[in-house]
């Protein structure tokens, strides 16, 4: 994992769209097509690295890619881990995931105004919220977080009961603006490690590159 705090900039593909003034179909029809670089998350969306997207806009003469190259790098905390769920759930959660990442740095949010005050101050790569914590719409703040370059666009993985799986990425997906994985209660840790592992192959790869 990348240390110092330091993120490299992804856009969704919606984001991507907005960027070059088409709509999102056409985004996703270049990166299918080949034409534009992109990786998949875990829940199966389109992401644009910074430096990709730059070298795309160059390549079809669609304008300087000085504004994207400006905000490749912004701050997030790749080895931090938001847990956000009342503690019956929270604290044991805390426990596994610390033995099984023990890389990571795991902080804890018990209520709306704890995660609106770690996101804030921790800036944390990855966020495990629970669909049971009341008081937001979720959706809202899954689209706060990823789209306000404020928060670090950290990766949003939702912790829900059995009936939830629709809201892995696949749903609403023509907002952009969803969590990247679904977890089903209890969290299976091993799918968890592989997927965060798996993105931050992805991150280093792009730092390194």
Same mark, same amino acid.
């Given at each position: 994992?990348? #240390?110092? =705090? $330091?993120?490299?900039?992804?856009?969704?593909?919606?984001?991507?769209?907005?960027?070059? =003034?088409?709509?999102?179909?056409?985004?996703?029809?270049?990166?299918?097509? =080949?034409?534009?670089?992109?990786?998949?998350? +875990?829940?199966? @969306?389109?992401?644009?690295?910074?430096?990709?997207?730059?070298?795309?806009?160059?390549?079809?003469?669609?304008?300087?890619?000085?504004?994207?190259?400006?905000?490749?790098?912004?701050?997030?905390?790749?080895?931090?881990?938001?847990?956000?769920?009342? +503690? *019956?759930?929270?604290?044991?959660? #805390?426990? $596994?995931?610390?033995?099984?990442?023990?890389?990571?740095?795991?902080? @804890?949010?018990?209520?709306?105004?704890?995660?609106? $005050?770690?996101?804030?101050?921790?800036?944390?790569?990855?966020?495990?919220?629970?669909?049971?914590? +009341?008081?937001?719409?979720?959706?809202?703040?899954?689209?706060?977080?990823? *789209?306000? +370059?404020?928060?670090?666009?950290?990766?949003?993985?939702?912790?829900?009961?059995?009936?939830?799986? @629709?809201?892995?990425?696949?749903?609403?997906?023509? *907002?952009?603006?969803?969590?990247?994985?679904?977890?089903?209660?209890?969290?299976?840790?091993?799918?968890?490690?592989?997927?965060?592992? *798996?993105?931050?192959? @992805?991150?280093?790869?792009?730092?390194?590159?």
């Amino acid at each position: 994992m990348s #240390k110092g =705090g $330091r993120r490299v900039r992804i856009f969704s593909a919606l984001e991507v769209a907005n960027i070059c =003034g088409v709509v999102n179909q056409t985004a996703i029809n270049w990166i299918r097509n =080949g034409h534009l670089k992109a990786f998949t998350t +875990p829940g199966g @969306q389109y992401r644009v690295y910074a430096k990709d997207l730059a070298a795309f806009l160059d390549k079809r003469g669609m304008g300087t890619s000085g504004d994207v190259l400006q905000v490749m790098m912004e701050n997030a905390d790749w080895n931090t881990i938001l847990i956000a769920a009342e +503690p *019956s759930i929270n604290d044991p959660l #805390k426990t $596994r995931i610390g033995k099984s990442l023990t890389d990571y740095i795991i902080i @804890q949010a018990y209520d709306w105004f704890e995660v609106g $005050r770690k996101i804030t101050e921790e800036k944390p790569g990855f966020v495990l919220l629970d669909t049971e914590l +009341p008081g937001v719409n979720i959706s809202n703040f899954i689209s706060t977080v990823k *789209s306000d +370059p404020f928060f670090g666009k950290p990766y949003v993985f939702l912790l829900a009961n059995g009936g939830l799986s @629709q809201m892995d990425g696949r749903s609403s997906a023509e *907002s952009g603006m969803r969590a990247d994985m679904v977890f089903t209660k209890p969290v299976d840790l091993d799918k968890l490690e592989t997927a965060i592992k *798996s993105l931050e192959k @992805q991150i280093d790869m792009a730092v390194n590159a």
